[in-house]
Nanobody
Framework: QVQLVESGGGSVQAGGSLTLSCAASGRTFSSYAMGWFRQAPGKERQFVATISWSGSTYYADSVKGRFTISRDNAKNTVYLQMNSLKFEDTAVYYC?????????????????WGPGTQVTVSS
C-alpha cells in the first residue's frame, strides 16, 4: 500500500517562499513519477507540477518560473519549492503518485494521494 504524507505548508506573505515535502512509502519510489496538485476554496483540484522517474518535469502555466519540483530518491521524497508566492496560490496542496514512470498531468492518471497540506498566502 502506497502512502504519501505532505509537510511544509503554512502561512506566508505574498512574495515569500515555502517548500513542501512529500514522503512516500510502500513501493520503489525511484521507479515512478510523482506530482503535485492544489485545490483552492470553492474550486476544483488542479494540476501544479509533475516529475518523471528520471527527473523530467512539467509545470502548470500559472506556476512556471516560480515553482520547482524535485525528488530525492535516497529519501523517498518529492519536493515543491514555491517562490514569489501570490495570494492566488492559496490552496490545499496534494502530493500524488501515478502507476507510471512517465510524468502525468491529468488528475485521473494518479492512483495514490496524500491528505494535503494548507498553504495560505496573505496579500
Amino acid at each position: 500500500q502506497v502512502q504519501l504524507v505532505e509537510s511544509g505548508g503554512g502561512s506566508v506573505q505574498a512574495g515569500g517562499s515555502l517548500t513542501l515535502s512529500c514522503a512516500a512509502s510502500g513501493r520503489t519510489f525511484s521507479s515512478y513519477a510523482m506530482g503535485w496538485f492544489r485545490q483552492a476554496p470553492g474550486k476544483e483540484r488542479q494540476f501544479v507540477a509533475t516529475i518523471s522517474w528520471s527527473g523530467s518535469t512539467y509545470y502548470a502555466d500559472s506556476v512556471k518560473g516560480r515553482f520547482t519540483i524535485s525528488r530525492d530518491n535516497a529519501k523517498n521524497t518529492v519536493y515543491l519549492q514555491m517562490n514569489s508566492l501570490k495570494f492566488e496560490d492559496t490552496a490545499v496542496y496534494y502530493c500524488a503518485a501515478p502507476e507510471s514512470r512517465s510524468y502525468k498531468i491529468r488528475e485521473s492518471d494518479y492512483r495514490y494521494w496524500g491528505p494535503g497540506t494548507q498553504v495560505t498566502v496573505s496579500s
